[in-house]
C-alpha cells in the first residue's frame, strides 16, 4: 500500500537513527513514524532532547521580561545573535513546548501583542514609532502576526484568544487577495521604493500575505478541518502563485509615513531551482516547501511539484540526500530555523539534517493534502 515514503528510492530511517543528533532521531520516530514514549529508547531520546546543550545554553540568557536580546523580531541573525522569534523557533524545532517555563514566559510577553493596550512596550521597533501612529499601526499588526506564529507553533492555538486572533488574520488576507486593489498595490512615487496604495491599506496594514502569514497558516491545521477555510487558502495562493503576485514580491514596497517610508519585506518568491543551488539557498526553498506541505499545497502547483521532483531526483539509491554544502548559505531568515544539526562541517551530520528535512515535507504534504485537495489516501501525484 503506498504511503508517504513511496516516491522515495529507499527509506533512509534506518541510517538516521545509527547517524543523526538525538533531536533528529526523536522527531524520526514520533513525527514521521507515530512511535510514542512508550517505547524505552523513545523515552530515551526524548529526556535526551530536553536536555539539549547547545539549547539549553540559551534558556540563561532569556530576560525578566520573556525576551531574549531585547527583541521580538528575528531580523538580520548576524548583526543580532539573540531574539525572541529566532530562540523560540530553534525551541520549537527541537519539539520543546509550553511544557517549558522559559516557553510560558515568553509566551506570556507574546500575547501581550494580540492586546490593544496604549503603552505596549514595542522592544526594538520603540525608536521608530516615536510619535508616529502610522508607524506604530504597521508595527503592531506585524508584532500580532509574528507573535501567533511562534503562539501556534507552542501549542497556545486552543486558546480563544488566539483561535479567534487567527481567524481576523486570514479574514483580512482574503479580503485584500478578493480586492481588486490586490491587482495592482503598488504605486510609484519619485524615484524611492513602491509604496503600498492608501486603498490596499486596512487598519494600518497591508495583508498582503507573506511568509510571516504562510508561517501562522501553516501552523492553524484546524484551517484544514472546514471547507470555508480550506477554500479560502487555496485562493490566497492562488494569488500568492500568480505571475503578478511573484513579480513583486523581491521588493513588495514601503508603507508610507510623514517620517519617511517603512520598508516591507518577505515575499514570498519563487525562483528558478537553478537559482537556488547557484546562489546557495536551497535553505530558503527548503523552508518554504516545508509550509506549503504542512498546508497540503504543493501538489496543487507545478512550481512547487517541480522543485519536488528535483529534490527526488537528487535521493541517493540509499536513500540519503549528499546535497554539496555550498547549495546552502548563512541567509539568518531560514538557515537557523531549518537547521537541527549544528555541525555542518561533518558531511554525516549535514545529510542527516537534509535528509530530515526532506522527509518532513514528504511527510506532511502526504497526509495534508488529502483533506486541503480532496485526494484520496493512494493519490500522490510524482
Known amino acids: 500500500m503506498a504511503d508517504w515514503k513511496s516516491p522515495m528510492r529507499a527509506d533512509p530511517s534506518e541510517w538516521l537513527v545509527l547517524n543523526a543528533s538525538a533531536p533528529i532521531r526523536y522527531r524520526l520516530l514520533t513525527e514521521l513514524h507515530s512511535l510514542t514514549t512508550a517505547d524505552p529508547n523513545v523515552a530515551k531520546l526524548e529526556a535526551e532532547t530536553l536536555s539539549w546543550a547547545p539549547m539549553k545554553q540559551e534558556l540563561r540568557y532569556q530576560r525578566q521580561d520573556g525576551s531574549w536580546g531585547g527583541m521580538i523580531h528575528g531580523g538580520d541573525g548576524r548583526k543580532a545573535p539573540r531574539s525572541t522569534e529566532k530562540i523560540l523557533w530553534a525551541m520549537y524545532e527541537l519539539r520543546w513546548d509550553r511544557e517549558l517555563k522559559e516557553i510560558r514566559k515568553a509566551a506570556k510577553l507574546l500575547k501581550s501583542f494580540l492586546t490593544q493596550k496604549k503603552d505596549l512596550d514595542l522592544y526594538e521597533f520603540k525608536p521608530a514609532v516615536k510619535q508616529d501612529p502610522i ?5 503592531r499588526w506585524f508584532l500580532r502576526i509574528c507573535s501567533l506564529g511562534l503562539l501556534l507553533r507552542g501549542g497556545w492555538g486552543q486558546e480563544k484568544k488566539i483561535h479567534d486572533a487567527v481567524l481576523d488574520v486570514k479574514d483580512r488576507v482574503m479580503s485584500f487577495v478578493a480586492n481588486p486593489v490586490s491587482r495592482d498595490p503598488v504605486e510609484s512615487v ?9 486603498s490596499a491599506m486596512d487598519s494600518g496594514y497591508c495583508f498582503i500575505p507573506d511568509i510571516y502569514i504562510l508561517r501562522l497558516f501553516a501552523h492553524n491545521e484546524e484551517f484544514l478541518a472546514t471547507l470555508e477555510s480550506r477554500n479560502d487558502l487555496k485562493k490566497i495562493f492562488d494569488y500568492v502563485m500568480s505571475p503578478l503576485y511573484q513579480d513583486l514580491s523581491p521588493d513588495f514596497g514601503a508603507v508610507r509615513t510623514a517620517r519617511g517610508p517603512i520598508a516591507r519585506g518577505w515575499g514570498i518568491e519563487l525562483r528558478p531551482i537553478e537559482e537556488y543551488v547557484e546562489k546557495g539557498d536551497l535553505d530558503e526553498l527548503l523552508y518554504l516547501l516545508e509550509l506549503f506541505s504542512r498546508l497540503g499545497l504543493v501538489n496543487r502547483y507545478p512550481r512547487l511539484m517541480s522543485y519536488m521532483e528535483w529534490l527526488l531526483a537528487q535521493q541517493e539509491k540509499d536513500g540519503r540526500w549528499d546535497l554539496p554544502a555550498k ?19 561533518s ?12 522527509m518532513v515535507i514528504l511527510k506532511y504534504q502526504w497526509d495534508r493534502q488529502v483533506k486541503m485537495l480532496n485526494r484520496g489516501t493512494d493519490v500522490y501525484g510524482f
Open 190 to 198: 519619485g524615484v524611492g521604493l513602491p509604496q503600498f496604495r492608501r
Open 347 to 358: 558531511p554525516t551530520r549535514r545529510i542527516a539534517d537534509v535528509t530530515f528535512r526532506i
Open 327 to 345: 547549495y546552502f548559505s548563512n541567509k539568518p531568515l531560514y538557515s537557523s530555523w531549518i537547521r537541527l544539526e549544528k555541525d555542518w562541517k
Open 135 to 139: 508607524w506604530e499601526r504597521h508595527v
